[in-house]
């Protein structure tokens, strides 16, 4: 199992343009997440999704939008990048059941000039 | 909402002494997990406490959940430089309904000198 993948690992936007970071798991998963972790706050819930064609928001949805039209797949797009978005994304996974550990995947480092 | 303080931000130690990291959450939890991210890495799951004053040890880490399950620490002894990294306690909300939801503390980042 590769687990939880994320591309690009580094990413350079200008003000403005859009993007979109990749995050797929084969681990049959229903749960997946985003998360921006900026220094000195952690790390911070973007948005999630309880399976395919379900997602929801998180503490700091804004400029952000995902869509999970498959299990194994949790997409999130930049629509208009803004320096504010310079950070790691992480993508996170996690198992049936509740308080199941979350499967982190490697990040993805964007700076936004 | 839910919000989760974790002290201290940063902790210098020497090899050898002993370390010690707080969470305290503003709400009742029904669980709360500790993750530990090494310099440049991803956060990697170490540990889950359920129960009230719930007690857990891995070899030199010991894991508390308090008994109002509001709180929680993780203490090393005696560290090594392979202790290195920053120490996230995450928490899920007692009343909520949406599994898997964690709200991570803002971390403390270990320092260990040689």
């Known amino acids: 199992n590769a687990g939880v993948t994320q591309t690009p690992k580094f990413q350079v936007l200008k003000t403005g343009q859009s993007m979109t970071l990749q995050c797929a798991q084969d681990?049959?998963?229903?749960?997946m997440s985003w998360y921006r972790q900026d220094p000195g706050m952690g790390l911070r819930l973007i948005h999630y999704s309880v399976g395919a064609g379900i997602t929801d928001q998180g503490e700091v949805p804004n400029g952000y939008n995902v869509s999970r039209s498959t299990t194994e797949d949790f997409p999130l797009r930049l629509l208009s990048a803004a320096p504010s978005q310079t950070s790691v994304y992480f993508c996170a996974s996690t198992p049936l059941g509740r308080g199941s550990e979350q499967y982190f995947g490697p990040g993805t480092r964007l700076t936004v000039t | 909402g839910q919000q989760v303080m974790q002290i201290p931000q940063y902790q210098h130690v020497q090899e050898g002494e002993d370390f010690t990291t707080y969470c305290n959450s503003s709400?009742?939890?029904?669980?709360i997990q500790w993750y530990k991210q090494r310099p440049g890495g991803h956060p990697v799951f170490l540990i889950q406490?359920?129960?009230?004053?719930e007690v857990k040890k891995q070899k030199r880490l010991t894991f508390q959940f308090g008994e109002a399950k509001k709180n929680s620490s993780l203490h090393i002894t005696a560290t090594q430089t392979t202790d290195v990294g920053t120490y996230f306690c995450a928490g899920a909300n007692a009343g909520g309904t949406s599994y898997g939801k964690l709200t991570f503390g803002q971390g403390t980042i270990l320092t260990v000198h040689p």
């Open positions: 406490l359920v129960k009230s004053g």
């Open positions: 681990m049959n998963h229903e749960y």
């Open positions: 709400t009742t939890l029904s669980n």
